[in-house]
């Protein structure tokens, strides 16, 4: 009987994590287009050792096309930043998002 519990909760906790990175990415987008920013669609999943992120983005017409291509870029690398912290326990789901994203915009810029 502990095995279905153990994969249960091991199902809930990468819920967990992707919500958790879906919030970081969507912080970013907010965060470079403010109020421009129309809708954003993050998709978070994982497959055996890696994670796929796929990121699409709505901006008001103020955005040229160039710049809200290169934020949904930037923001699918912050997500894959912010999945190989918590791979490496550098950071936990639940901590403060802001800092996160610090840190994970310092790794994509190197």
């Known amino acids: 009987m502990e095995e279905p519990n153990k994969q249960a909760r091991g199902i809930k906790e990468e819920v967990d994590i992707a919500e958790y990175i879906s919030q970081v990415i969507y912080d970013y987008i907010a965060r470079e287009l403010g109020d421009d920013i129309v809708e954003a669609e993050i998709e978070v999943s994982f497959k055996e050792d890696s994670v796929e992120i796929s990121v699409d983005a ?3 017409l103020l955005v040229d096309d160039e710049k809200l291509k290169e934020v949904v870029e930037k923001a699918a690398e912050v997500g894959v930043a912010v999945a190989d912290m918590i791979k490496e326990g ?9 800092r ?10 190197r």
């Open 90 to 98: 550098v950071i936990y789901p639940g901590e403060d998002r802001r």
């Open 100 to 109: 996160v994203l610090k840190e994970a915009l310092r790794r994509v810029e």
């Open 58 to 60: 709505g901006a008001s």
